[in-house]
T-cell receptor, first 112, second 115 residues
Framework: LAKTTQPISMDSYEGQEVNITCSHN???????ITWYQQFPSQGPRFIIQGYKTKVTNEVASLFIPADRKSSTLSLPRVSLSDTAVYYCLVGDKDQAGTALIFGKGTTLSVSS | DAGVTQSPTHLIKTRGQQVTLRCSPK?????VSWYQQALGQGPQFIFQ???????QRGNFPDRFSGHQFPNYSSELNVNALLLGDSALYLCASSLGQGHYNSPLHFGNGTRLTVT
C-alpha cells in the first residue's frame, strides 16, 4: 500500500499560485493519484485525479513526473476560500487491501 | 443530481450504547465506504461495501459493523460505544469493480459525541 508524504502546512496570499507536492515512492502500477480538499465539518471534496503527466481541470492542475514517485497539485491564483486541508491519496480502491488511505494532509492558509 | 446524504447530522450518545448511522450514495454509485475522522486528523478507513458485502476492512474492532441494502444505501453500526468513538463519521460513494479510477464522493458526515 503506497504511503504518501505531504507538508503539514503552507501559507500563501491571495492571488498567488500554490504548489503542494506529495511524495509516494512505493506507488504501484495500477495506482491513481487523487487529491481532495476538506473544509471544517465537511466531507472531503474531490479536486483532481491523474495517472501520469499533466491533468488540468477548472480548479487545479496535477503534475506527475515519469517515475510517478511524486505529484504536485497546483492551485492558480488562490483566494481566501481556498483555505482548507488538502489530501493526496494513492491507490486502486477496487483492489482488496488497498482501500484509499488518508494521511494528515496539508493545511493551506491563504491570507489577504 | 443528489450527492451523498448522511443522517443524522449530529448525535449524542452515552458510553455503552449502540448507534446506527445511515448513508445514501450519489445517484448511480454502487459502492459505499465509511471513514472515521477524529478532530485534527485525516479520515480513517473503516470498511467498504459492494454488492451488499463487506469487501475491505480497516483496523477497527468488531464493534463496528455495517450493511448495504439492495438500493446501495448503507448503515454503520457501532456497539458498546466508548468515549474514543466520538468523531465525524463520513460516508463516501463511488463506482466499484472495474471503475478503478472513479473518485470517492463524500457526504458531510455525522458528528457523533459519546458522553
Amino acid at each position: 500500500l503506497a504511503k504518501t508524504t505531504q507538508p503539514i502546512s503552507m501559507d500563501s496570499y491571495e492571488g498567488q499560485e500554490v504548489n503542494i507536492t506529495c511524495s509516494h515512492n512505493n506507488i504501484a502500477t495500477n495506482d491513481y493519484i487523487t487529491w481532495y480538499q476538506q473544509f471544517p465539518s465537511q466531507g472531503p471534496r474531490f479536486i483532481i485525479q491523474g495517472y501520469k503527466t499533466k491533468v488540468t481541470n477548472e480548479v487545479a492542475s496535477l503534475f506527475i513526473p515519469a517515475d510517478r514517485k511524486s505529484s504536485t497539485l497546483s492551485l492558480p491564483r488562490v483566494s481566501l476560500s481556498d483555505t482548507a486541508v488538502y489530501y493526496c491519496l494513492v491507490g486502486d480502491k477496487d483492489q482488496a487491501g488497498t482501500a484509499l488511505i488518508f494521511g494528515k494532509g496539508t493545511t493551506l492558509s491563504v491570507s489577504s | 443530481d443528489a450527492g451523498v446524504t448522511q443522517s443524522p447530522t449530529h448525535l449524542i450518545k452515552t458510553r455503552g450504547q449502540q448507534v446506527t448511522l445511515r448513508c445514501s450514495p450519489k445517484s448511480g454509485h454502487d459502492t459505499v465506504s465509511w471513514y472515521q475522522q477524529a478532530l485534527g486528523q485525516g479520515p480513517q478507513f473503516i470498511f467498504q461495501y459492494y454488492e451488499e458485502e463487506e469487501r475491505q476492512r480497516g483496523n477497527f474492532p468488531d464493534r463496528f459493523s455495517g450493511h448495504q441494502f439492495p438500493n446501495y444505501s448503507s448503515e454503520l453500526n457501532v456497539n458498546a460505544l466508548l468515549l474514543g468513538d466520538s468523531a465525524l463519521y463520513l460516508c463516501a460513494s463511488s463506482l466499484g469493480q472495474g471503475h478503478y479510477n472513479s473518485p470517492l464522493h463524500f457526504g458531510n458526515g455525522t458528528r457523533l459525541t459519546v458522553t
